[in-house]
């Protein structure tokens, strides 16, 4: 089992940047991939981006692909989303997300989701 613990959303200005983190309990952070996936309002859920159990191996979605970084730092159990020229329409809720240990499979452990609200 892992926990995941976002933060770092807020209000910010169209063209601003938030850096989103995600904390992970236990031992085996180091194992799992980790993927970020947010809902804005009225829509459905959208893949962000994703990165490997080794940092390697980065994916991005095509809306973000060039202004959101993926990261993530084994050694403090923490993934980081870094947002950069943010738009109105990135206004959502953010989720962390991770795959069982050792798989490249379905992202089955959630977090909460951290708020992120872009204005105009």
């Known amino acids: 089992q892992v926990q995941l613990v976002e933060s770092g959303g807020g209000l910010v200005q169209a063209g601003g940047s938030l850096r989103l983190s995600c904390a992970a309990s236990g031992s085996t952070f180091n194992s799992r991939n980790v993927a970020w996936f947010r809902q804005g309002p009225a829509k459905g859920r959208e893949f962000v981006a994703s990165?490997?159990?080794?940092?390697?191996?980065?994916n991005y979605g095509g809306s973000v692909k060039g202004r959101f970084t993926i990261s993530r730092d084994n050694a403090k159990n923490t993934a980081f989303l870094q947002m950069n020229n943010l738009k109105p329409e990135d206004t959502a809720v953010y989720f962390c997300?991770?795959?069982?240990?050792?798989?490249?499979?379905?992202?089955?452990?959630w977090g909460q989701g951290t708020q992120v609200t872009v204005s105009s």
């Open positions: 997300t991770a795959t069982r240990p050792f798989t490249g499979g379905a992202y089955d452990y």
């Open positions: 990165i490997g159990w080794d940092g390697e191996n980065t």
